[in-house]
Every structure is written in C-alpha cells, then in structure tokens.
Nanobody
C-alpha cells in the first residue's frame, strides 16, 4: 500500500512563499514520476509540476519561474517551493506518484493553499 502524505499548506499573502512537502511510504525512486497537481473550487484538477526520474522537471506555464519542485531520496520526500504567490494559486494541492509498468497512479489526501490579503 503506497501512502503519500502532504503538508505545508496554509494561508499566505500575495507575494509570499510556502513550501509543500510530500512524504512517500517507500523509495521515491521506485516511481517513474513524482509530481504536484492542484484543484481550485469548481475546477478540474490541473498539473503543476513533476520530476520524471532520470529525465528532469516539468512545470505548468502558470507557475514557471515561481515554483520549484525537488526531491530528497534520503527522506523519500518531494517538495514544492512556491514563491511570488498569487490569489489564483489558491487551491488544494495534491501529491502524485506514477508507475509506468505496471501502470499505477497514487494520490495524497491534499493540502489547502490560500493566497489572500
């Protein structure tokens, strides 16, 4: 059973920063992709950023230059550093882990990020 546990969400003013963490119950290198998605009220879940193991990182255009995804293999944790936050970044942020073979998709429970003055 794979568990992904997010933390680090909260209320922040526009222009502020937050760092989200995702702790995995097993080695993050056992997954092909580790990533972050977000879902705003009344909207679909959208891609934010990911790390494709052995390849590199990808970002949604809306967060490029402001968000940074990273990983720590010693603690099996994936981070999302969010800087220059905007009100439109308000959403529930979900950690995701993907396997290609066999195909599998795992999700955390989500953490709320609210950007408001």
């Amino acid at each position: 059973q794979v568990q992904l546990v997010e933390s680090g969400g909260g209320l922040v003013q526009p222009g502020g920063s937050l760092r989200l963490s995702c702790a995995a119950s097993r080695s993050i290198f056992s997954f092909n992709v580790m990533g972050w998605y977000r879902q705003a009220p009344g909207k679909e879940r959208d891609f934010v950023a990911d790390i494709i193991q052995g390849t590199g990182t990808n970002y949604a255009n809306s967060v490029k230059g402001r968000f940074t995804i990273s990983e720590d293999s010693a603690t099996n944790t994936v981070y999302l550093q969010m800087d220059s936050l905007k009100p439109e970044d308000t959403a529930v942020y979900y950690c995701n882990a993907k396997l290609f073979k066999p195909q599998a998709d795992y999700w955390g429970q989500g953490t709320q990020v609210t950007v408001s003055s």
